[in-house]
T-cell receptor, first 115, second 112 residues
Framework: AQSVAQPEDQVNVAEGNPLTVKCTYSVSGNPYLFWYVQYPNRGLQFLLKYITGDNLVKGSYGFEAEFNKSQTSFHLKKPSALVSDSALYFCAVRGLNTNAGKSTFGDGTTLTVKP | DGGITQSPKYLFRKEGQNVTLSCEQNLNHDAMYWYRQDPGQGLRLIYYSQIVNDFQKGDIAEGYSVSREKKESFPLTVTSAQKNPTAFYLC???????????FGDGTRLSIL
């Protein structure tokens, strides 16, 4: 079985400061990892993914994530937060052998960036 | 513009009534999914389909049914057997297991 943990329900940062949203995962074999963002009353939007290769992945809107195999983590980061980054963020994992591309999502982390 | 269209945006169900949520995609994706989102619980998989005329139960399929008669369409029926249907329902599709899922903008279902 595969699982994802987002240990923080809420992350608060000041505008201009760096932000980190944490994610750890459990899966058989090599993982495919994804980050999504959700704004109120909208669907999820894809930010970035890790499939293989470089452990530092760059994505949309200046976000990046670092894959750490030994710690089974895939934390989302941004060097300088914007107020418009305030949203709900989801980490998702999909195992190499998972049927039909089924993903397991974390419970989400609400990011609030204050001016 | 390619994407996923969910309708209606808001839906109200009366006691004992079945309701159907529409999901249409023009991305030419084979795989489609239905998720339920409750506050603080993330997304839970209801049903998924890898190909036309085939679908499988997800983690919380009880009280729901689906069909996949066309590649573009994957409607979800919330039956009267689902005793707590109030939630935000999201439809998604994907090209293959290496690609992210594309999501519609959801249907919010409430009980009258």
């Amino acid at each position: 079985a595969q699982s994802v943990a987002q240990p923080e329900d809420q992350v608060n940062v000041a505008e201009g400061n760096p932000l980190t949203v944490k994610c750890t995962y459990s899966v058989s074999g090599n993982p495919y990892l994804f980050w999504y963002v959700q704004y109120p009353n909208r669907g999820l939007q894809f930010l970035l993914k890790y499939i293989t290769g470089d452990n530092l992945v760059k994505g949309s809107y200046g976000f990046e994530a670092e894959f750490n195999k030994s710690q089974t983590s895939f934390h989302l980061k941004k060097p300088s937060a914007l107020v418009s980054d305030s949203a709900l963020y989801f980490c998702a994992v999909r195992g190499l052998n998972t049927n039909a591309g089924k993903s397991t999502f974390g419970d989400g982390t609400t990011l609030t960036v204050k001016p | 513009d390619g994407g996923i269209t969910q309708s209606p945006k808001y839906l109200f169900r009366k006691e004992g009534q079945n309701v159907t949520l529409s999901c249409e995609q023009n991305l030419n994706h084979d795989a489609m999914y239905w998720y339920r989102q409750d506050p603080g619980q993330g997304l839970r998989l209801i049903y998924y389909s890898q190909i036309v005329n085939d679908f499988q139960k997800g983690d919380i399929a009880e009280g729901y049914s689906v069909s996949r008669e066309k590649k573009e369409s994957f409607p979800l029926t919330v039956t009267s057997a689902q005793k707590n249907p109030t939630a935000f329902y999201l439809c998604a599709s994907t090209e293959d297991r290496l690609q992210p899922q594309h999501f519609g903008d959801g249907t919010r279902l409430s009980i009258l």
